[in-house]
């Protein structure tokens, strides 16, 4: 087997601290032939779909992608903007936000890129560009606040899988959670007033997170939990009681039992439970996309309309908000401490000359 080395690699180089910040992906266009593949990594992973492999591989390839790409192009077109894909483009500007406090803060001793964990930019593009810059230690900070292994465990897999085929493995940090941190719960809480303050208060707060099929919790997977702590905590700091919010799960698929309350099945039930106006969070998501802009924002507006609600509004993910950037910044700068670089790399560069290294 023949590694993967750093094209840009010299005895000489500075020493740096790597970054990375992942989140799931986008397709390249808003079109079928661009979401065929796409949908084929994301759904081709295990993670994603525990399902038997052999059963699985027919069902994605003799049903699911001979109609989804071309039902899922529809949608993405309906949120497409000029930069490209919403959430591309916020993570350009997450990155672009978290770069300039690691500048700030560190100089050039740390060098942070952006990755997608399907589609590009790829995690194995972006790990490129950090060793080549001279990354020897890595934090890694997939954009998940909750822990899922369909997702925080995937990029897991993506970054031991590209390791196992490098010759020089950076020393490694990988944040899986941030789900109860006091800052980014405050975050939350303030994007919550700030649209008070515009808007009003509604009848109801929903707090709606990605769903997952309920045979992962009761498998072990911590992500349930973590979702109603986030609630809790947001709604003890919003000085909600009980039955001012509610937690929903969102964008089940296929069959089987999913997370529930349903996010879609509780907006078409609120309005003849005499709610009339709802407001929806969703605190899993660190940047928005086709799921909240689409799903919340226009598909489950039309539910709760349409079964006689009166007012409903949705509000936006934390994005590149200056208090969300601070908070993952601080967060980074945690995983960072303690990690020393090598400040003499012209002596290692001399005992390497000494051996016949170039």
């Not at 500075?14 to 390249?28: F, S």
């Not at 989804?68 to 497409?80: D, F, G, N, Q, T």
Request: glycine share 6%; with cysteine.
């Amino acid at each position: 087997m023949k590694f993967k080395g750093n094209s840009q690699f010299s005895h000489a180089q500075q020493d740096k601290l790597g970054v990375l910040i992942t989140n799931l992906g986008t397709p390249e266009s808003p079109t079928a032939t661009a979401l065929k593949p796409y949908l084929k990594q994301f759904l081709s992973d295990p993670r994603v779909v525990e399902v038997p492999r052999a059963i699985w591989w027919f069902i994605l390839n003799g049903v699911i992608l001979n109609f989804r790409p071309k039902r899922s192009a529809e949608a993405y077109a309906s949120v497409w903007t000029e930069q490209g894909s919403p959430l591309l483009a916020i993570t350009k500007n997450q990155h672009s936000a978290l770069a300039q406090r690691c500048r700030q803060a560190y100089g050039d001793e740390v060098v942070i890129e952006y990755a997608m964990r399907y589609g590009n930019p790829s995690i194995e593009s972006a790990i490129d560009k950090l060793i080549d810059q001279g990354a020897r230690k890595l934090v890694v900070l997939p954009l998940y606040p909750q822990y899922c292994a369909s997702t925080t465990a995937s990029t897991f897999d993506a970054l031991s899988a590209d390791f196992t085929r490098r010759r020089w493995i950076p020393e490694l940090r990988f944040i899986t959670q941030y789900h109860d941190n006091p800052a980014y719960i405050d975050a939350l809480a303030n994007k919550v007033k700030a649209h008070w303050e515009t808007h009003g208060r509604a009848d109801k707060l929903l707090m709606s997170y990605h769903g997952i099929p309920k045979r992962y919790l009761l498998n072990g997977d911590p992500y349930h939990c973590q979702c109603y702590k986030t609630t809790r905590l947001l709604a003890e700091r919003l000085g909600l009681q009980e039955n001012e919010y509610m937690t929903t799960f969102q964008s089940r698929f296929g069959r089987e039992e999913w997370l529930t309350p349903y996010t879609d099945e509780t907006m078409k039930a609120l309005p003849g439970q005499g709610v009339s106006s709802v407001q929806v969070v969703c605190p899993g998501f660190s940047a928005d996309c086709l799921e909240t802009i689409e799903e919340i924002g226009e598909e489950n507006k039309e539910y709760f309309m349409e079964a006689g609600g009166k007012r409903y509004e949705y509000i936006d993910a934390l994005n590149s908000d200056d208090e969300h950037m601070d908070m993952l910044f601080d967060l980074i700068k945690q995983n960072l401490q303690g990690w020393q670089l090598d400040k003499d790399p012209q002596s290692r560069q001399a005992r390497a000359q000494a051996l016949g290294a170039n």
